[in-house]
Nanobody
């Protein structure tokens, strides 16, 4: 049993920055990896980035590489997503997700637990 709650979404102007947080509670010691996804209206849920606890490796989609950074704060039990150089096409609902035994590290099907999502809107 793992609970995830996202926060930090909002409205930002193009070129600006935003930091999202994912608070984890429950049996967090069972988590193998945490990922961030987003979903825009009419589109499939898109993989953005993931962090694997056992190796410390991070993975980024090409669309956000160099702009977004995933990090983990052990003291606060949060996983954060720092987003820089935001563009209107980044507008979407953003989700964090936790994997216990993922079948696919880079797709929604590989994750067992999901937050409720937080809206990010980037204006031009």
């Amino acid at each position: 049993q793992v609970q995830l709650v996202e926060s930090g979404g909002g409205l930002v102007q193009a070129g600006g920055s935003l930091r999202l947080s994912c608070a984890a509670s429950g049996r967090t010691f069972t988590i193998i990896a945490v990922g961030w996804f987003r979903q825009a209206p009419g589109k499939e849920r898109e993989f953005l980035t993931a962090f694997r606890w056992t190796s410390g490796n991070t993975y980024y989609a090409d669309s956000v590489k160099g702009r977004f950074t995933i990090s983990r704060d052990n003291a606060k039990n949060t996983v954060d997503l720092q987003m820089n150089s935001l563009e209107p096409e980044d507008t979407a609902v953003y989700y964090c997700a936790a994997a216990i035994n993922p079948s696919n590290w880079y797709g929604p099907s590989g994750y067992n637990y999901w937050g409720q999502g937080t809206q990010v809107t980037v204006s031009s």
